[in-house]
């Protein structure tokens, strides 16, 4: 059955620069159909059902999302699918002070034109803190292969009446992402053994125990009333997570303080700033730092501006 959402998108909303704000869109459970510009996603209610979340960008322009299950959802389950979607979307987060200050400075108003800063986030922050694990120490398409056999190997299967995968390859995307208790319940030699996730394994498995036994509330860090030093701090206390990856993390709560880098962003502002010399960070930090509590947010789009202009122009 489908079902539309009917979600407040803000005026400051752009689909496009939302959902490929960065490398989320591509792994599993989000599925994206480029031709038609459909990003879609296997969800749970909060309770024992699942369905599929549709997002789209019809042609008068304003994006729609729908939701796939088997069967008509309760009410109950309506309202934690639309709470789903706002969560994944960050629809909650205000940029209108971001935009404000991007208008201030003719190398940054584009941003404010292209209605840029959204950043996709998963169901969970579970997931997003087992992602950013998973991006640390090498390639692109080895963080898409754990990911996806992480998927498949502990991911429930979504319960709606037909799959919704594309292409070949896109078992993934008929699954959850999987819960902590889920991975919980394997061991570390499993981890290394068959879903290869090679040193990373102890790290994923110590937070899924935390999580999963309540040691460690991770979901609460999209809510707390905390400093962005302190949420700083917090993720850094979780293992595996160092300064590139608390940094970023913080980017899915809202919080810009940090840059983030990377050898990529490092690489990418050295072309851009530097004639394609390499730079210590602390010359990055300084270029960037009027923008404040922006600074990596601002850093981050403007690495990845061509993005923006080369894929979906504004």
Known sequence: ?????????????????????????????FLVDRASGTLTRAVGDGASGSGVLRFSLPSQRRPRCELLTRGKPSAARLSAFASAARGILHLDLDLRPFHERMRTEPATEWIARARAGRMLRGETFFEDVVKMILTTNCSWSLTETMNARLVDTFGAEVAVGAKVAVGAEASSGSHLFPTAAAIADSSEDFLRREV???????????????VATGALDIESYRTADLSANELHRALRDIKGVGEYAASNLLKLLGRFDSLGLDSWCRAKFAELHN????????????????????????????????????????
């Open 275 to 314: 004639g394609g010399t390499v730079v210590p960070d602390s010359e990055i930090e300084a270029y960037y730092t009027r923008f404040e509590e922006w600074k990596g947010l601002v850093m981050w789009l403007d690495v990845t501006r061509h993005w923006y202009a080369e894929k979906f122009p504004f």
């Open 196 to 210: 290869r996730l090679g040193y990373r394994a102890p790290y994923v498995l110590e937070l899924a125990h935390r």
């Open 1 to 29: 059955m489908t079902t539309a959402l009917s979600l407040r998108f803000p005026a400051d909303f752009h689909f496009e620069h939302t959902i490929y704000s960065h490398g989320w869109c591509a792994l599993f459970p």
